[in-house]
């Protein structure tokens, strides 16, 4: 049995956001329902899959449900943006989705990651309540959050260090 559940159901607002510097960035996410603030922390993989598999998943249900309007994308980059300090929950280790046809909602449901030792059963959820639209604006500005970090070197592939870049291909290391 986990250890607590918490539903925002529905969110005001939903968004993912970075803080730190590139990097060394922190990723959340972060959601607002009346006066209370839910924040989780997320890896950097786990908001481009997560944002890839919104659209996925949004296409599939404009297949399934002909008859819904489409999502909209549109956001605005300062409603998007979390500023600190922020209080996370806790870091997830799992993050699925799901949708409620009848209240035309979809759910973003996380896990907390927990120690090898620990029972996965013990594990925090959380389970944020959004429209199809938020969901849908949410992946958009996390993946233009994600595209912020690092510059790639165009030799190599590999993110650049803002000190200076070691790159194998330059020295011949890597063929």
Not at 77 to 89: D, F, K, Y
Not at 99 to 111: A, C, G, P, Q
Not at 121 to 139: G, K, L, N, P
């Amino acid at each position: 049995m986990p250890r607590f559940e918490i539903d925002v159901d529905p969110c005001d607002h939903l968004t993912t956001d970075a803080i730190g510097t590139p990097g060394q960035r922190v990723f959340y996410m972060h959601a607002w329902q009346a006066a209370r603030t839910v924040t989780i922390i997320i890896e950097k993989v786990q908001l481009q899959s997560l944002a890839v598999g919104i659209e996925q998943f949004l296409a599939q249900l404009a297949r399934q449900h002909p008859e819904l309007e489409e999502a909209s994308p549109k956001y605005s980059e300062e409603q998007m943006r979390i500023n600190p300090p922020v209080e996370p929950v806790f870091r997830a280790g799992e993050i699925g989705l799901g949708y409620e046809h009848e209240r035309d909602m979809v759910v973003i449901v996380t896990r907390e990651i927990l120690a090898e030792e620990q029972d996965p059963e013990d594990a925090a959820v959380i389970r944020f309540w959004c429209t199809r639209s938020q969901a849908r604006a949410m992946a958009r500005w996390g993946l233009e959050v994600a595209q912020r970090g690092r510059p790639i070197c165009p030799q190599c592939g590999q993110p650049m260090e803002p000190g200076g870049h070691f790159c194998p291909k330059k020295n011949g290391y890597l063929h």
